[in-house]
């Protein structure tokens, strides 16, 4: 259990290498999805195109969906999009960018499904077998197909134990033809997305630094303030549940006469430790020790969170001048001044 705990909270003290690692999970949890995926494609012309670009762009989008599902940020994004501006403003650039990243990583698993499709060509010829321009592969003593028979006879071109037009075109040939488009579809795919994401990744931050800069630090904020306000109600409910019981078991106590008192040794420091204990859990409630004032707690938290100023004294120097900065000096002085003692050091000698 403690090698659990300590594994959890390593993943949430690094949780963009975590994120980056389900993306990676995922990434692969498409690619075997699959290899093991059972490809049964229908044959019949008004069917193929459907089931092949079906295969081919719902799962994508499922495994988008899945990674907003798994990423934490999607709470804070929406908490954050539709929360009170109260005391502090809300920076349409931050939300961009967290939801930029959010979608970055939810887009690499739907990636990898499509490019591994298309180098594979199952779905591309099932989609494309009836519709591509085989002419050239067709038997010229067979030229003289209506439209809608040689439609049929292509359609089944996917299937081997369907397909009974051998005579009249090539299976292997046009199987092969129709894969090699995909697999080209498949390659260009690929070079698109990774020239996009080296335009995201590395030219965007070198036309707007300082904007980038600051918009990844206000997302950094706003992910661990939550995380500390999440962390700071949990200890105060710990505390105030224990603070709690303790009260209810001293005042049940004084109710039951115990009929035999046995003696207890206590050891050394005892009653210290359950001091400091006590204090300890006096100081995690933080003053607030009503159902009711709690609530309100939360509430002020959500409806108006505090703004984000914290030095209220230098505040103050920068109103008053000069002139507040020189008393201040001077009574820094007036009260840092310590008085010299002196102090006697007698010697002994032991002859």
Same mark, same amino acid.
Request: net charge positive; proline share 4%.
């Given at each position: 259990?403690?090698?659990?705990?300590?594994?959890?909270?390593?993943?949430?003290?690094?949780?963009?290498?975590?994120?980056?690692?389900?993306?990676?999970?995922?990434?692969?949890?498409?690619?075997?999805?699959?290899?093991?995926?059972?490809?049964?494609?229908?044959?019949?012309?008004?069917?193929?195109? *459907?089931? +092949?670009?079906?295969? =081919?762009? #719902?799962?994508? %989008?499922?495994? &988008? !969906?899945?990674?907003?599902?798994?990423?934490?940020?999607?709470?804070?994004?929406?908490?954050?999009?539709?929360?009170?501006?109260?005391?502090?403003?809300?920076?349409?650039?931050?939300?961009?960018?967290?939801?930029?990243?959010?979608?970055?990583?939810?887009?690499?698993?739907?990636?990898?499904?499509?490019?591994?499709?298309?180098?594979?060509?199952?779905?591309?010829?099932?989609?494309?077998?009836?519709?591509?321009?085989?002419?050239?592969?067709?038997?010229?003593?067979?030229?003289?197909?209506?439209?809608?028979?040689?439609?049929?006879?292509?359609?089944?071109?996917?299937?081997?134990?369907?397909?009974?037009?051998?005579?009249?075109?090539?299976?292997?040939?046009?199987?092969?033809?129709?894969?090699?488009?995909?697999? *080209?579809? +498949?390659?260009?795919? =690929?070079? #698109?997305?990774? %020239?996009?994401? &080296? !335009?995201?990744?590395?030219?965007?931050?070198?036309?707007?630094?300082?904007?980038?800069?600051?918009?990844?630090?206000?997302?950094?904020?706003?992910?661990?303030?939550?995380?500390?306000?999440?962390?700071?109600?949990?200890?105060?409910?710990?505390?105030?549940?224990?603070?709690?019981?303790?009260?209810?078991?001293?005042?049940?106590?004084?109710?039951?006469?115990?009929?035999?008192?046995?003696?207890?040794?206590?050891?050394?420091?005892?009653?210290?430790?359950?001091?400091?204990?006590?204090?300890?859990?006096?100081?995690?409630?933080?003053?607030?020790?009503?159902?009711?004032?709690?609530?309100?707690?939360?509430?002020?938290?959500?409806?108006?969170?505090?703004?984000?100023?914290?030095?209220?004294?230098?505040?103050?120097?920068?109103?008053?001048?000069?002139?507040?900065?020189?008393?201040?000096?001077?009574?820094?002085?007036?009260?840092?001044?310590?008085?010299?003692?002196?102090?006697?050091?007698?010697?002994?000698?032991?002859?």
């Amino acid at each position: 259990m403690d090698k659990f705990r300590i594994m959890v909270q390593f993943l949430q003290a690094n949780q963009e290498s975590f994120m980056n690692g389900i993306c990676g999970i995922m990434a692969l949890a498409s690619a075997q999805m699959y290899s093991s995926f059972e490809f049964t494609c229908p044959c019949l012309p008004d069917y193929n195109y *459907a089931y +092949g670009i079906g295969i =081919l762009i #719902v799962p994508p %989008i499922w495994f &988008f !969906l899945l990674g907003y599902v798994l990423n934490n940020n999607i709470s804070v994004l929406t908490e954050e999009w539709k929360r009170p501006v109260g005391k502090r403003r809300k920076d349409p650039a931050v939300l961009r960018y967290m939801f930029s990243s959010m979608t970055q990583r939810a887009l690499i698993a739907p990636a990898v499904w499509v490019a591994v499709t298309l180098m594979d060509g199952k779905s591309f010829l099932c989609a494309f077998s009836a519709t591509t321009d085989l002419s050239q592969f067709i038997n010229e003593t067979y030229q003289s197909l209506s439209k809608k028979e040689l439609l049929k006879l292509q359609a089944r071109i996917p299937c081997q134990d369907v397909f009974d037009g051998h005579e009249v075109i090539s299976m292997e040939a046009s199987t092969r033809y129709i894969r090699c488009l995909s697999q *080209a579809c +498949g390659w260009t795919f =690929l070079m #698109v997305i990774t %020239i996009a994401a &080296f !335009l995201i990744r590395a030219i965007r931050p070198c036309f707007t630094q300082a904007a980038f800069l600051k918009t990844k630090y206000w997302s950094h904020y706003i992910d661990t303030e939550r995380k500390l306000f999440d962390e700071t109600c949990k200890e105060h409910a710990k505390s105030f549940a224990k603070v709690c019981i303790q009260q209810y078991f001293e005042s049940i106590s004084g109710e039951i006469v115990p009929q035999f008192q046995l003696p207890t040794k206590k050891k050394k420091g005892g009653k210290d430790d359950d001091r400091e204990k006590e204090k300890s859990d006096e100081e995690k409630l933080l003053g607030v020790r009503k159902e009711e004032d709690m609530n309100k707690v939360l509430w002020n938290w959500h409806t108006c969170k505090p703004a984000l100023f914290l030095n209220k004294h230098a505040e103050d120097m920068n109103m008053n001048g000069h002139a507040h900065l020189d008393t201040l000096s001077f009574s820094d002085e007036r009260y840092t001044h310590t008085p010299v003692k002196n102090t006697a050091v007698a010697y002994y000698s032991k002859v």
